[in-house]
Every structure is written in structure tokens, then in C-alpha cells.
């Protein structure tokens, strides 16, 4: 800030992290679904609730198995077009059970989160 006199003003205050911040947690955020609903409806809700706002997310789950299975791919046109018939799938047809964790990718935060 520039007063215009002589000396220096500084303002300081303490930053506070929020527990469940998307950006710097690492902790899981939770979201109600029906096992029926489709993963669109889910891309919807993470693409219009104001607590998440995200652009283009990315879909990845870990599988019973333990490997890596990609749902949905917004940003890269080929896979995004490969993958949009997932998009109509429920929750049951793509095998995703309650509490299963879904990763989320986006490029408007560094990491990944976990839904």
C-alpha cells in the first residue's frame, strides 16, 4: 500500500488451512449418490456445486483388484470420446460400490482429489 509519505506500511494476518480444502487436504470428500444414478450425474454435480467448480474432470477409480481403471477423460479428445459412452452407465454397470473412492483430476487444482 502507497500512503506517499515516508516509511513503510505492511499488513500482515494469519493464513488458516480449511480441513476439508479441495485443493490443499488430502482427505476424501464425500458425495450422496444412488447406486442407479449415472457417473454424468456425478460429472454434473462436481461441474455445478459451487463447493467444487470444477471445469474439465477427470475420472479415475482403483479397482477391487487394485488397478487403476479411467472412467471418463475430458480433456484429451480421443479418450473423452472413447470414454463418453461410460457417462450413461450407473454406478452398478461400472462396478463403483459405496465408499468406493473416485480420484478427480482437474486443471484448475494441483492434486488430485478423492470423491
Do not use: H, W
Not at 449415472?38 to 475420472?59: C, F, G, H, I, M
Amino acid at each position: 500500500m502507497f500512503n506517499n509519505v515516508d516509511g513503510i506500511y505492511t499488513f500482515s494476518f494469519s493464513s488458516q488451512r480449511k480441513d476439508n480444502c479441495l485443493v490443499c487436504s488430502r482427505t476424501s470428500q464425500s458425495v450422496a449418490l444412488s447406486s442407479s444414478d449415472t457417473l454424468q450425474v456425478l460429472l454434473d454435480r462436481l461441474r455445478d456445486e459451487a463447493t467444487y467448480n470444477l471445469q474439465k474432470p477427470s475420472l479415475t477409480m482403483v479397482t477391487a483388484a487394485g488397478e487403476n481403471r479411467t472412467l471418463y477423460v475430458s480433456n484429451l479428445a480421443q479418450l473423452e470420446e472413447s470414454l463418453r459412452p461410460n457417462l450413461e452407465k450407473t454406478f452398478r454397470e461400472l462396478d463403483i460400490v459405496d465408499g468406493q473412492d473416485i480420484i478427480v483430476t482437474d486443471g484448475s487444482f494441483e492434486n488430485a482429489s478423492v470423491f
